[in-house]
Nanobody, 128 residues
Framework: QVQLVESGGGLVQAGDSLRLSCAQSASTFGTYTMGWFRQAPGKEREFVAAISWTGGITYYADSVKGRFTISRDNDKNTVYLQMNSLKPEDTAVYYC?????????????????????WGQGTQVTVTS
């Protein structure tokens, strides 16, 4: 059973930064593709970023490219999302996701249906 626990959310002002963390319980963390998704009130869950099991390949949603950075530390079983220049439209519950994807494909990693394991979410609120 893979468990994911997010942390690092909070209430910040526009232009501020936050770093989200997601700790995974599996000893085989290094074999999982990791993703971040978010869901704002009244909206569907949307892709934010993903990272390959080695950390060598990353994908971003256009809305966060250049502001957010996904990274991972396989020794600590943790994936991070550094969020800079936050905007009010970044307000959402942020979810960490994991799966052993058979192929690292830009369409596959952007789909929430590709991931079997999810964290409970952490709230990020950005005020103007």
């Amino acid at each position: 059973q893979v468990q994911l626990v997010e942390s690092g959310g909070g209430l910040v002002q526009a232009g501020d930064s936050l770093r989200l963390s997601c700790a995974q319980s599996a000893s085989t963390f290094g074999t999982y593709t990791m993703g971040w998704f978010r869901q704002a009130p009244g909206k569907e869950r949307e892709f934010v970023a993903a990272i390959s099991w080695t950390g060598g390949i990353t994908y971003y949603a256009d809305s966060v490219k250049g502001r957010f950075t996904i990274s991972r530390d396989n020794d600590k079983n943790t994936v991070y999302l550094q969020m800079n220049s936050l905007k009010p439209e970044d307000t959402a519950v942020y979810y960490c996701a994991a799966d052993r994807l058979p192929a690292l494909n830009p369409v596959v990693v952007r789909s929430s249906a590709s991931y079997d394991y999810w964290g409970q979410g952490t709230q990020v609120t950005v005020t103007s």
